[in-house]
């Protein structure tokens, strides 16, 4: 099988976020960017499929500057993908999640038929808009909200579950297909030291941006502009209520959400 | 404007409710709103749809889209589009909702943005709106230069457009294009989440969450009875889920699920980052925990500090006995 998978990379979850000078986005300045959240379960997913399905390869692919973009397709290297390509973008350049879905769809190039799995939102801008437009570019179907991956060999079928609104839906598909992870695994593995070394020295594919814009023409322009980045006023901690006994703690907080905070029903 | 239903159980979800509020809001008072509807045969569903507050409803039904996903049903949604011509299409931010908008982004090329939580009245021009994104941690304003514009809504953000008293009309169409293509994803089965009879957990406007403050999983029961109470979804720390206590789907978190409800109530919580990015975006948020100094406090906008056996089953009495059950 032929398994892609598309990461992004992201701040990593303790980034003290800021505003750039222009105050449209975030401050990239001394944020450390990694493989995370979504991301990680789709390529666990990816290496799990590998593991039990006899001669299947991953590709990672990443859309994105230097050298943030270098390091994420290292790491998912020293976790066990095959091969990397990079889609280098310009680093003055924002661009949003269709365009990067162009990107990567071009980078994919040619009939596709096999897996594309790729985080349900990144974690940054949190969109979700990837997996069903580069389903759409591709020509094939998508997915998102999907975890546990199964490949059914004899008949050449994907089962997997979407965790959505009420329950868990039970999904059967051939390919090609393009899927969506939500997050199926608390722990996705490390990777070890000596695959760490040796991704260092791995060789990335890189498709120049020229060689990009050649292809996609007037498509090459992100479809969004970010006109602001705001941080919401700090909060300034907990009011805490001061009590005699449990019921009467109760009391207060239900008064205090009905009358104060308007939340109660 | 166009939005787009989506039926639950044959029901009408909520969320629509909402995009139909915005489509009136934004679009002033001259502003026609179509509802299109793409799915299996439901005329109770299409019937309340049709009384939504909307000028005019077009269903295309057919018996296969009950077992496909949303990237069949996007083929013909953008078919209608092409023809309807609509500024902007409203869906609903639910996972089927957001999984449309980026495949309908490209088929009925168009600018895209999700998770929309405001959005300025329609001008000439590009179209303003605003996000939260890093989880809530901060605020995008975004602007779609485009012609057409596809919005998915944070469910749970706007007012839902009241009922009208008389159906619009409907428009009844058969399918065009081939309801199930050749190798799409089929559904095999739905089962209802542990915490079926509640709100889902993405979408629910109260999540109560445990901890591992509440030490076994028998006594995790404290915290579903006092969601149960508020009718709220109930949340887990990842300390819970980790230890098998309940299920991953529960966990709140950077890899768990983002929440935003309008209250958020963390019961033996520590308020660890990592449980933080996924609800400090709540309204407003409650904090019981017996640690005075424990980090959730300060992102917290009422705290009790004290013992949750005993502040827990005190404040679902209290619950039930102001909302009279
Ligand atoms: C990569 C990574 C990803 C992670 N993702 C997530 C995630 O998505 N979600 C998540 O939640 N965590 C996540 N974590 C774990 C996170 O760091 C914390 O370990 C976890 O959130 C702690 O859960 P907790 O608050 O329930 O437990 P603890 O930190 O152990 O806190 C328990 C709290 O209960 C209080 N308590 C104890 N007894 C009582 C009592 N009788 N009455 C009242 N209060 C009491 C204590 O004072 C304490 O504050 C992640 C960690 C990593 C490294
Ligand atoms: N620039 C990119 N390069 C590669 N993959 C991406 C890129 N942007 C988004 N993705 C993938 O698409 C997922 C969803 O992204 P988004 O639609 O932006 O929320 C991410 O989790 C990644 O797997």
Redesign the pocket.
């Known amino acids: 099988m032929e398994i892609v998978v598309a990461v992004k990379p992201v701040p990593e979850a303790e980034t003290r976020l800021r505003p750039d000078a222009s105050h449209a986005s975030l401050d990239p300045e001394g944020v450390k960017f990694v493989l995370a959240g979504y991301d990680e379960s789709a390529v666990e997913q990816a290496l799990l499929l590998k593991e039990s399905t006899v001669g299947s390869r991953v590709r990672v692919l990443s859309f994105g500057p230097a050298p943030r973009t270098e390091e994420v397709l290292r790491a998912a290297v020293a976790l066990g993908c095959d091969s990397a390509t990079w889609v280098e973008h310009p680093s003055d350049l924002l661009p949003d999640a269709v365009l990067s879905a162009r990107c990567i769809a071009t980078a994919i190039a040619g009939p596709f038929s096999g897996l594309v799995l790729c985080g349900r939102q990144s974690g940054d801008e949190e969109g979700g808009i990837f997996a069903g437009a580069l389903g759409a570019l591709l020509k094939v179907p998508s997915l998102g909200y999907a975890t546990n991956l199964r490949w059914k060999e004899p008949r050449g079928q994907l089962t997997l579950q979407r965790s959505i609104e009420g329950g868990l839906e039970e999904v059967e598909s051939s390919l090609p297909l393009v899927v969506g992870l939500q997050q199926a695994w608390n722990d996705p593995r490390t990777a070890k030291l000596p695959n760490i070394l040796k991704s260092r020295k791995a060789a990335i594919e890189k498709i120049p941006w020229e060689a990009t814009v050649a292809t996609l023409g007037p498509h090459a322009i992100p479809g969004t502009v970010r006109r602001t980045f705001r941080l919401p006023p700090p909060r300034t901690g907990a009011k805490m209520i001061r009590y005699d006994s449990p019921q009467d703690a109760a009391a207060q907080l239900v008064r205090l959400l009905r009358e104060e905070a308007k939340v109660f029903p | 404007m166009v939005v787009v239903a989506e039926l639950r159980d044959g029901r009408l979800v909520e969320p629509v409710r909402e995009a139909i509020g915005v489509a009136r809001s934004i679009g002033g008072a001259g502003a026609t709103v179509i509802g299109v509807y793409v799915g299996p045969p439901a005329s109770e569903g299409v019937g309340e749809f049709s009384r939504a507050g909307l000028d005019r409803v077009v269903a295309v039904e057919g018996e296969p889209f009950a077992r496909t996903t949303s990237s069949a049903r996007a083929r013909t949604v953008a078919e209608l589009l092409r023809e309807l011509a609509p500024r902007v299409v409203l869906l609903a931010g639910t996972s089927e909702g957001r999984d449309l908008a980026g495949r309908l982004a490209v088929e009925w090329e168009a600018g895209v943005a999700t998770n929309v939580t405001a959005v300025e009245p329609l001008a000439p021009g590009p179209i303003q709106l605003t996000r939260p994104i890093f989880g809530g941690r901060a605020t995008q304003g975004l602007e779609l230069p485009g012609e057409r514009a596809v919005l998915a809504l944070r469910p749970h953000t706007f007012p839902p457009a009241a009922a009208s008293a008389d159906a619009a009309p409907v428009e009844r169409r058969a399918p065009t294009l081939p309801q199930v293509p050749v190798g799409a994803p089929t559904m095999t089965g739905f089962t209802a989440s542990a915490t079926g009879r509640g709100p889902d957990l993405a979408e629910a406007s109260i999540v109560v969450s445990g901890?591992?403050?509440v030490k076994t999983p028998e006594n995790f029961a404290i915290v579903e009875a006092l969601a149960e109470s508020l009718g709220a979804a109930v949340g887990a720390?990842?300390?819970?889920t980790d230890a098998g206590w309940r299920p991953s789907s529960l966990?709140?978190?950077?890899?768990?699920k983002s929440v935003s409800p309008q209250l958020y109530i963390a019961i033996?919580?520590?308020g660890?980052i990592?449980?933080l990015v996924?609800m400090v975006s709540s309204r407003v948020i409650v904090a019981?925990?017996?640690?005075a100094q424990?980090p959730i406090f300060k992102v917290a906008d009422y705290g009790i500090a004290g013992?949750?056996?005993q502040l827990v089953p005190a404040l679902t009495a209290e619950v039930r006995r102001v909302r009279g059950r």
């Open positions: 901890g591992r403050g720390s990842r300390a819970v966990q709140v978190g950077q890899t768990g033996g919580i520590s660890a990592q449980h996924g019981i925990n017996s640690d424990a013992d949750l056996f």
